[in-house]
């Protein structure tokens, strides 16, 4: 995989502006990866997976159905 998803320690006093609550299931082991790196990097879990997420958009590749 050529790109990284790169995480540093948090700087204090960044706060978003604009945030919804959403309900997400996800797999215990993939919730547990979440938590030791947010323990490592000083970030809450909620943090990291909008930036995990916002890097999976950003380098997202659509492809559509034949026929579409």
């Known amino acids: 995989m050529a790109d990284k998803f790169v995480v ?27 938590d030791a790196l947010a323990a490592k990097s000083d970030r809450s879990r909620n943090e990291l997976m909008c930036m995990a997420l916002r890097y999976a958009l950003d380098h997202l590749e659509f492809i559509p159905e034949a026929g579409e």
């Open 8 to 34: 540093r320690q948090k700087k204090p006093d960044k706060k978003e502006d604009k945030s919804v609550v959403m309900t997400l299931r996800i797999d215990r082991e993939l919730q547990e990866e979440f």
